[in-house]
């Protein structure tokens, strides 16, 4: 959703008053937005303490630090350090997790009465996957050393890769 759509969203609410313009809920989406990012910037996150905002029923947002770490760079393979920096987390409230997954159940209960409804479960043969092929044991354990030793050959041959750009 972008900050248009949530405009929208609210100017079209009942339960506000019609006086109310979309420009006067864009000033009140900016300002609240604001004050949130002044609070995150401003506030002190400490070994006892994190900075956080919480609101009831939506979650909780908490400043936290990342400490500095050595990464790679995916590309080139060389290492690099990565600096400190601050980020927000969030933790959905207990309701809202509770009421995002009940739609997804209730959208699944729908799709699976509808078929048990209907007086033929069977699609046309083109709609229906092929049964999966049941591997031997043997063609299994050929299958995992084959996929082992084609893992190893790029480890090697991305740690050879970085052993060169390291000696440059």
């Known amino acids: ?53 919480t609101f009831p029923g939506f979650g909780t947002l908490t400043k936290k630090r990342r400490s ?8 080139t393979l060389e290492p690099i350090e990565i600096e400190a920096f601050y980020t927000l987390d969030f933790k959905p409230a207990a309701g809202l997790r509770k009421s995002m997954n009940e739609t997804k159940r209730k959208t699944a209960a729908k799709a699976t009465s509808k078929s048990a409804g209907s007086k033929s479960t069977r699609g046309k043969a083109g709609d229906r996957l092929p049964a999966p092929r049941r591997l031997l044991s043997a063609e299994l354990k050929e299958a995992e050393d084959r996929s082992k030793r084609e893992r190893a050959s790029k480890t090697s041959a991305r740690r050879a890769k970085a052993a060169k750009v390291a000696k440059r």
Not at 11 to 30: G, N, Q, W, Y
């Open 68 to 75: 500095a770490r050595r990464g790679v760079n995916p590309r």
């Open 1 to 53: 959703m972008t900050k248009a759509e949530l405009i929208e969203k609210i100017s079209r609410s009942k339960d506000l008053p019609p006086d109310i313009t979309k420009k006067c809920i864009a000033e009140i989406v900016d300002l609240t937005f604001c004050e949130l990012a002044q609070y995150f910037e401003k506030a002190k996150v400490t070994r006892a303490s994190h900075p956080r905002f």
